[in-house]
């Protein structure tokens, strides 16, 4: 109750803030579980991933444990969605809330990095996202960040369809080990960065067109005169 009020009383003032265009939203379940799995390079991803697809589905969101040290603000957070993961060391808890969220058939965020990223080049992925999946048979829907959230910058957040790993034939009744995710992982990196490729093939047609269009005018008015 508490999330949702707070998303109708801030999706205005951070739309405007943080102006991202969602493309392709319905290409994320609005029931079932789910894993949503994104480029991350700034602290604000998550703010935009909870504001701008909040009203389609409430994310849960793995956090740094240290925002959690100061109890209201722990508080706070954990009503927002959050829970705590150590990122130093394998974290056993946080591993057993993921698996409970997603056997609740909820959404979960999960940036497959690990951490932030300099650059929007995608780095090796952690094994997280591909062992949650694998494990409890939940599609992965990928996403990719065109810029670094930033205040009053236009973004776009991109969103492709599903992938369901565990109905490929290479990972169905295969026991999970560390080669077995290194292969999902890859399969999961490229349905990200496929985003990013598509989109700026996209672009680049568009500044040829339009460069043509302009050639073609001159011409057209070379030939006029």
């Known amino acids: 109750m508490l999330f949702y009020l707070l998303w109708f009383l801030f999706y205005i003032p951070l739309c405007i803030v943080y102006p991202c265009r969602v493309i392709g939203k319905k290409n994320l379940p609005k029931k079932g579980r789910v894993i949503f799995s994104a480029n991350h390079q700034t602290l604000n991803d998550p703010i935009i991933v909870a504001l701008k697809l909040g009203g389609r589905r409430r994310f849960h969101f793995m956090a740094k444990s240290p925002l959690f040290d100061n109890k209201l603000k722990g508080a706070f957070l954990k009503k927002m969605g959050a829970y705590p993961v150590h990122c130093c060391s394998s974290d056993v808890t946080a591993v057993k809330t993921t ?17 932030r990223l300099v650059t929007s080049e995608a780095n090796e992925l952690k094994h997280g996202v591909a062992m949650f999946s694998l494990r409890t048979k939940t599609p992965i829907v990928p996403a990719f960040f065109v810029k670094k959230t930033m205040a009053f910058v236009p973004n776009k957040l991109i969103i492709a369809k599903p992938i369901e790993l565990y109905n490929m034939e290479q990972f ?15 399969i999961i990196k490229k349905g990200i960065m ?25 011409v057209k008015n070379t030939e006029e005169e």
């Open 194 to 218: 496929d985003i990013r490729n598509n989109y700026q093939k996209e672009q680049q047609e568009k500044r040829l067109k339009k460069l043509k269009k302009k050639y073609n005018r001159l």
């Open 99 to 115: 698996l409970k969220l997603l056997r609740e058939e909820k959404a979960v965020c999960i940036f497959p990095e690990g951490a």
């Open 172 to 186: 169905k009744d295969k026991r999970i080990d560390k080669e077995l995710l290194d292969e999902a992982s890859k």
